[in-house]
C-alpha cells in the first residue's frame, strides 16, 4: 500500500536529491543506497500481498521457503522487480505464471526479471524461494537477526527481530518501509512440540506425518515489514477481553511454560496501557487482528499485533528506572513502551528510516502519558523531566534520507521531552488530546515523513512550531534563555539556536509564573518591582543564564 500525495513526491524527489550529496560525503555505500532509497525496480509497483510461507528447523539453525508476492501495477512497460534478502540466506528461484524467471544478485538486493508484459493497474503474483542459515542476532532486537535459543528445560526458544537491520535479513521482502503491504499470511512448520506465534490471527494448525506442525496466521491491516515476526518456543497460551473505543478487543497472551503465573499478574499491566492509551491515541490500530504479548528471548519489540516481551516480569527497564525517580517503576517498561508503538510505528509509520522519531520519540513519551493518566501530571512531568540525564547531544535526532540511515538515539528521551515542552506552548490538555488522537486518525494505517508529522501539530495547535521542530530534531544544541537585570527592567533573548527561534518560555519572576516570548535579538519586558528572582519552569528542556 502506497500513500499518494503529489506534495510528498515531490518533497521525496527533493530529499533524495539533497541527501545524496550528504551520503556521498559520509561514504555510504551502493547497497546503503540500494536498501535504503525508493529504486526504480520498486517505485512501479505496489504491494498488496503476501504469503511467506517457511520451515523452520531449530536443530539445523535453518530457514526454507518461499514468499508469494502480489502486487499492482503503478507504471507500464517495467519488467524489473527488486526483492531484497541478506545473506548467508540465498534467493534459489523466482516463479511467476509457472515459469522460471533470470534474477541478477546484487548484494541483499536481487533483481527479477519478468517475462509477461506487465500492463497499468493490473495485479500479479511472483513466488521467490529462498533457503539457508539466516544471520544470528547478535544482541537483539537492537543487532538483531535470528535468535536460537533453549530455554530452561531444553526446548527451543527461537525469535525474529530485525528493526533498522531489515526485514530481509530472515525473509524475502520489498524491504523499504514507503510500501505497506495492505495483508499477509504467515505459515510456519516447526517441531510437533513446539508452537509457532506470528502476527494477526492464528486460522489453522495442521499436523504433518513428519512429527511436524504448520501454524497459519492471517494479518488482514497494512503491516511494514519489521513488524513481521516468529515466535517459537514450548508456549501456553491465556487471554482476556478489552472494551475498548471499537468494541471488544481480544487480548492474547503466549509465554513459556513455567512463566505463566508470572504472566498472569505482570500482565494486568496491558489492559492498563491499552485503557491509557485508547483515551490518549484513540482507538487501537488493529482489532481484526487482535492484541497480542509473546514471550521472547530478547527484551522486546513493537511487532504489530504480536509485540514481544523479555522484560523478566518486573516493573521498569530491566528493573531499573530510567528516570531516577521513582515513578519507572510503577508500570513495565516493554509493555508500555512497545504497546505505545502499535499507534507510532505501526498505524503511523516513517517512510524513511532517517524519521524514526516518529515512532521512538511519541513512543518515548507515551510512557509520560501512561502515568498521567493513572497517576497525574506531577507524576508523568517528573518522569519525563528525570530522563533528560540519558540524552547524549552527539547528532541530530533525524538522520539521512535514501541510504537507511537513522538518528541519534536522542530520538527517545530528547524527543519525548521535546512533545512534552510542545504540550506545555499549547497550554490546553485538550487540544493536545485531539492532536495525539487526530494524529492517528488522519494518518491511519499510513506511511508518513517528519514534515507531514510537523505540519499537521503545528496547523492543529495554531502555532508555528517549525523553529521548534528545527532546534531539537535536526540540532544537538540545546536553546540558552540569555537574560540581564536592571531594576524593574528584563532584558532577554535566545542564544544557541537556530536563527528564527522564537518559542515561548514560562518561568517565575519574583516567584510569579509569566510567559516570555523571546526572539534571537534583545527583547525588554518591565516588572511591577525590582527583579530580584528568576527560575525557569523545569518542564521546558533549555538553559537558562544571567549575563555578566
Known sequence: MIYKNNNLSKYLLFVFAFCSIQAFSQNFTKQDTLRGSITPERAWWDLTHYHLDIKVD??????????????????????????????PLQMTKAIQNGEELEITHDGNAHFIHLKKRQKKGKVYRVEVFYEGKPKVAKRPPWDGGITWRKDANGLPFIASSCQGLGASVWWPCKDHMYDEVDS???????????????????????????????????????????????????????????????????????????????????????????????????????????????????LGMEHQSSVTYGNGYENGYRGRDLSNTGWGMKFDFIIIHESGHEWFA??????????????????????????????????????????????????????????????????????????????????DDAKWRSILRGLNKDF???????QQIESYISEKSEIDLSAVFDQYLRTTDIPVLRYKREGNKLMYRWENSVDDFNMKVRLAVNKKLIWLSPTTTWQTKEIDTKVSTMELDPNFYVTMKEME
Open 444 to 450: 491511519y494505517h499510513q506511511t508518513v515523513t517528519t
Open 58 to 87: 531449530p536443530s539445523e539453525k535453518t530457514i526454507a521457503g518461499s514468499n508469494t508476492i502480489q502486487y499492482t501495477v503503478l507504471e507500464k512497460g517495467q519488467k524489473t522487480l527488486q526483492v531484497d534478502l541478506q545473506p
Open 346 to 427: 505501526n498505524n503511523i509509520t516513517n517512510i524513511d528510516i532517517a524519521d524514526m522519531w516518529i515512532h521512538e520519540s511519541f513512543t518515548n513519551y507515551s510512557e509520560n502519558l501512561f502515568l498521567d493518566y493513572f497517576y497525574g501530571k506531577e507524576a508523568s512531568a517528573a518522569y519525563v523531566i528525570g530522563t533528560r540525564a540519558n540524552i547524549q547531544n552527539d547528532r541530530p535526532i533525524i538522520g539521512i534520507y535514501n541510504v537507511n540511515h537513522e538518528g541519534s538515539g536522542d530520538m527517545y528521551y530528547k524527543g519525548g521531552n521535546m512533545l512534552h515542552m510542545i504540550r506545555q506552548l499549547i497550554n
Open 184 to 298: 499477509m499470511k504467515i505459515s510456519v512448520n516447526v517441531p510437533k512440540d513446539l508452537m509457532n506465534v506470528s502476527n494477526g490471527r492464528l486460522t489453522k494448525v495442521e499436523a504433518l506425518d513428519d512429527d511436524t506442525k504448520t501454524y497459519h496466521w492471517k494479518v488482514v491491516n497494512p503491516i511494514n515489514n519489521y513488524g513481521v515476526n516468529i515466535n517459537i518456543g514450548d508456549y501456553v497460551y491465556f487471554g482476556e477481553k478489552y472494551e475498548g473505543e471499537n468494541g471488544t478487543l481480544d487480548m492474547d497472551y503466549y509465554v513459556l511454560r513455567d512463566n505463566l503465573d508470572k504472566a498472569k499478574e505482570q500482565f494486568k499491566d496491558a489492559k492498563r496501557t491499552l485503557e491509557a492509551f485508547e483515551h490518549w491515541f484513540g482507538p487501537y490500530p488493529f482489532y481484526e487482528d487482535s492484541y497480542k504479548l509473546v514471550e521472547a528471548p530478547y
